[in-house]
Each structure stands twice: as structure tokens, then as C-alpha cells.
């Protein structure tokens, strides 16, 4: 069974940085898809970054050029690096895992805050 577990969230001010942690157990880690969604009140979950098993990563446009997502086999983590957070960004923030035959798991989230 995969385990995912979502560190890292907070309150920051409008232009500040985070570093999302999400921690993977029981599972090939390599082999899966990582991927960090979002969801903000009265929103659907949205698909932020994603990162696949050979370290191909991609971007919803609105946090292109902002927001990094990397990965650390060794260590079984995925990261998202959040630069120039904007109140928009307000949700909470859900680590993804999907295996190559299809199974996909879900953390139970962290909450972020972009407030003044």
C-alpha cells in the first residue's frame, strides 16, 4: 500500500517562497508519475505540477516560470518549490503518486496560505 505524506505548508506573505515536501512509502517509488494538485474552497482539485518517472516535468500556465517540481528517488520524495506565491495560490496541496499500470495515491494534504 502507498503511503504519501504532504509536509511543508504554512502561511506566507504575497511574494514568498514555500518548499512543499511530500515522503512516499510502500511502494517502487522510481517507477511512478509524482505529480502536486491543488484545491481551493469551492474549487475543483486541480493539477499544479508533475514530474514522471524519467524526470520529465510539466506546469498548469499558471504557475509556470513561479513553481519547480523535482524528485529524489533515493530519498522516495517529490518536491514543489513555490516562488512568488500569490493570494491565488491560497489552497490546499495534495501530493500524487501514479503507478504505470494506472493506480494512482493521494496524500492527505497540506494547507497553503498566501495572505498579508
Known amino acids: 500500500q502507498v503511503r504519501l505524506v504532504e509536509s511543508g505548508g504554512g502561511l506566507v506573505q504575497p511574494g514568498g517562497s514555500l518548499r512543499l515536501s511530500c515522503a512516499a512509502t510502500g511502494t517502487i517509488f522510481s517507477i511512478n508519475a509524482m505529480g502536486w494538485y491543488r484545491q481551493a474552497p469551492g474549487n475543483q482539485r486541480e493539477l499544479v505540477a508533475r514530474i514522471s518517472s524519467g524526470a520529465a516535468t510539466s506546469y498548469a500556465d499558471s504557475v509556470k516560470g513561479r513553481f519547480t517540481i523535482s524528485r529524489d528517488n533515493a530519498k522516495k520524495m517529490v518536491y514543489l518549490q513555490m516562488n512568488s506565491l500569490k493570494p491565488e495560490d491560497t489552497a490546499v496541496y495534495y501530493c500524487?503518486?501514479?503507478?504505470?499500470?494506472?493506480?494512482?495515491?493521494w496524500g492527505q494534504g497540506t494547507q497553503v496560505t498566501v495572505s498579508s
Open positions: 500524487n503518486a501514479k503507478a504505470p499500470w494506472g493506480v494512482e495515491s
